[in-house]
Structures are given as structure tokens and as C-alpha cells.
């Protein structure tokens, strides 16, 4: 079992920063690779970023890339997921998740094993 606490979120204006921290309780946590996903009001659940279980793999959406950075600290259970230059379109809650097939950095939602509550982003323009 592993449980996942996001924090981090806020509010920004167009073209600011915001890191964002997940923090997972249990040993396994360096075991699972780790994903960001983000949901806007009336929207479907969309990839974001994922990480693998040694940081060695990373996957970044089209959306955000050049912008997005997913990196973890595996000694403090830490996945974090640094935006820059953010846009009112990134407005969102953002949730991360963890999966059991550590070495993949899959983009699908539904495999993911667990999931935290969501940090709420939101950019004004």
C-alpha cells in the first residue's frame, strides 16, 4: 500500500513557477515509478509527466514540455514535478500517482496503482 500526499499548488499569474511535491508513505516508494496527471473543470484526467523508479526514464506531454520538469528523491519518498512559464490553460488539480511496473513511464491513467487527493493549480492571466 502506498499513500500519496500532494502539496505545492496555488495561485500564480501567467508566467510564474510553482513546484509541486508529492510525498508517499511506505518503504517501496524507490520500487514504483511515479506519474503527474491533471484534471481541468469539465475535463478528462490528462498526462502530465512520469518518472521511473531510478529517475533514469522520464515522459513528458507536448503540453508542457520545455516548461515541465518531473524529478524525485527516492532517500525522502519525494516525487516533484517543477513548472515554469505557466499559462492559464494549466490551470487544473493536479494528482500524482504511483505504479508498480517501476521501469515504465506509462502515459495511461488507468494503470496506475495509487492515487493522492489533488493540489489545485490556478494561473491568471
Known amino acids: 500500500q502506498v499513500q500519496l500526499v500532494e502539496s505545492g499548488g496555488g495561485l500564480v499569474q501567467a508566467g510564474g513557477s510553482l513546484r509541486l511535491s508529492c510525498a508517499a508513505s511506505g518503504r517501496t516508494f524507490s520500487s514504483y515509478a511515479m506519474g503527474w496527471f491533471r484534471q481541468a473543470l469539465g475535463k478528462e484526467r490528462e498526462f502530465v509527466a512520469a518518472i521511473s523508479w531510478d529517475g533514469g526514464s522520464t515522459n513528458v506531454a507536448h503540453s508542457v514540455w520545455g516548461r515541465c520538469t518531473i524529478f524525485r528523491d527516492n532517500a525522502k519518498n519525494t516525487v516533484y514535478l517543477q513548472m515554469n512559464r505557466l499559462k492559464p490553460e494549466d490551470t487544473a488539480v493536479y494528482y500524482c500517482?504511483?505504479?508498480?511496473?517501476?521501469?515504465?513511464?506509462?502515459?495511461?491513467?488507468?494503470?496506475?496503482?495509487?492515487w493522492g487527493q489533488g493540489t489545485q493549480i490556478t494561473v491568471s492571466s
Open positions: 500517482a504511483a505504479d508498480s511496473v517501476g521501469y515504465r513511464t506509462t502515459t495511461r491513467h488507468d494503470e496506475y496503482d495509487y
